[in-house]
């Protein structure tokens, strides 16, 4: 059981360069988030997912896109990457447990993803 | 628009020593409130609050809520090197799929 799972572990983007951050969670969760964390900072909610077919910007969706094609990948693409996207990227998932509050479930994280752009 | 605010922004203390993290909050419709530690890389859960009161208690770590006065606070005792981290606060409102983080108490216990 890996959890989440995010690679690349790191990455140097040049200005206007696009790339796509990978995501995957093998718990079987329905909630899927990616957040972006600058230094000194807490975490942002960029886009998240409450399941397969289903995206909803969060806070700071500018600059990026995600889907969700299956329930285990939710992959984030950026789109002519700016300085303003440097920052660590951490995926994050968690369950719908039926037995009780389903939004009471806490957040499991990725490692995260260390993006620089120059 | 949902706020967390925590404090101290950083903490420096020695082994031993006993310290409280803070969080204030202003959310419509709280649900939860969680405290996360992180050290080098992920966020790993540690305590998530519902109810008024109650404390939770993990080893040397405990936590409160207080939901009239919209706060909560980390304690942790006995102060030891491995406690050193960034401490995150996130709140939960009824919508249910967003965490509203705070920026954060990065904590060092000295030797």
């Known amino acids: 059981n890996a959890g989440v799972t995010q690679t690349p572990k790191f990455r140097i983007l040049k200005i206007g360069q696009s790339m796509t951050l990978q995501c995957a969670q093998d718990?079987?969760?329905?909630?899927m988030y990616w957040y972006r964390q600058d230094p000194g900072m807490g975490l942002k909610l960029i886009y998240y997912s409450v399941g397969a077919g289903i995206t909803d910007k969060g806070e700071v969706p500018n600059g990026y896109n995600v889907s969700r094609s299956t329930t285990e990948d939710f992959p984030l693409r950026l789109e002519l990457a700016a300085p303003s996207q440097t920052s660590v990227y951490f995926c994050?998932?968690?369950?719908?447990?039926?037995?009780?509050?389903?939004?009471?479930?806490?957040?499991?994280f990725g490692n995260g993803t260390r993006l620089t752009v120059t | 628009e949902d706020k967390v605010v925590q404090s101290p922004l950083s903490l420096v203390v020695h082994e031993g020593d006993t310290v409280t993290l803070n969080c204030s909050y202003e959310v419509t419709n709280f649900r939860s409130l969680l405290w996360y530690k992180q050290e080098k890389k992920a966020p790993t859960f540690l305590f998530m609050l519902t109810s008024s009161g109650i404390e939770k208690k993990s080893g040397r770590l405990s936590s409160i809520l207080d939901k009239k006065e919209l706060f909560s606070i980390l304690n942790i005792t006995a102060t030891q090197t491995g406690d050193s981290a960034v401490y995150l606060c996130a709140v939960r409102n009824n919508a249910g799929n967003m965490l509203t983080f705070g920026g954060g108490t990065r904590l060092m216990v000295k030797p």
């Open positions: 718990m079987n969760h329905n909630y």
């Open positions: 994050a998932s968690r369950s719908r447990d039926r037995g009780r509050d389903p939004y009471n479930s806490p957040l499991h």
